[in-house]
């Protein structure tokens, strides 16, 4: 049996503010980065150690993970690695926008759809909006250094989508890593999470629909080391 955690990022300055984040990249909140912190010591005050950390390309994961491992006193001992296919869901159309200032101009039902089914994605982008990854110097950086294709870019997410891109970097890149007996840490977003939960409990669409994971709150997975089936989870 080996432990694999989790955890959401902390709160966000947009979090905080009630719009749609997505790719954006955005800073912690200031209870963020306190939620951060508390995870590592709360980590550290459990016996928990790792030999390896995965997050997305986002500033909001990258520093819950530097804070928590800080606290755990292992940011300069262990490698880490980040990747685009971790990143939170991209709201299309909606990112940037007021979430109740959205549901005013959609109606709260359509809304809600976008937001918690599994297969709706938002209104789509285009090519020429600034919100479009393909814009953004982070990005066109990756296509240049062959991490990723400007095809990778999305104009609009669900969540199935999502898990349709972190699959592939579950499967080459962090699967082999817990079954070689790795101790694993993985700082990401609400969706790209989910899309990882969905993958370890054989959940359906349907019922990854009804999952939360709270910001900044380890959720340990105790797995066989060989299947990577789940034999207990739980939050610290």
């Given amino acids: 049996m080996i432990k694999l955690v989790l955890i959401r990022h902390g709160q966000s300055e947009w979090n905080l503010s009630n719009l749609f984040t997505g790719w954006t990249d955005v800073h912690l909140s200031e209870q963020g980065e306190k939620e951060a912190h508390d995870a590592g010591k709360l980590l550290k005050e459990k016996g928990y150690s790792f030999d390896i950390a995965f997050s997305s390309v986002l500033e909001r994961a990258n520093k819950t993970m530097e804070y928590a491992l800080r606290e755990q ?16 869901r991209h709201y299309g159309a ?6 109740a200032e959205s549901a005013k101009k959609w109606g709260d039902e359509q809304v809600h759809i976008w937001r918690r089914s599994a297969d709706v994605p938002p209104l789509a982008l285009t090519r020429d909006d600034e919100r479009w990854p393909g814009n ?8 240049k250094k062959g991490e990723m294709t400007i095809d990778d870019c999305p104009l609009t997410e669900c969540l199935i989508d999502t898990a349709k891109r972190v699959k592939p970097y ?4 962090i ?6 007996g790795k101790k694993v840490l993985i700082a990401a977003h609400g969706n790209s999470l989910r899309a990882i939960v969905m993958m370890l409990e054989h959940l359906t669409p349907e019922q990854i629909i009804s999952v939360e994971i709270p910001t900044g709150k380890p959720l340990v997975y105790e797995l066989d080391e060989k299947t990577l089936e789940v034999l207990n989870k739980y939050y610290l």
Avoid at 94 to 99: A, D, F, I, V
Avoid at 136 to 143: D, N, R, S
């Fill in 175 to 180: 699967a082999p890593e817990i079954k070689a």
């Fill in 170 to 173: 579950w499967d080459e890149k």
């Fill in 73 to 88: 006193g292992q940011w300069d001992a262990i490698p880490k690695f980040y990747s685009w296919r971790l990143n939170e």
């Fill in 94 to 99: 909606l990112q940037g926008l007021n979430k």
């Fill in 136 to 143: 953004q110097e982070k990005y066109q950086e990756l296509v």
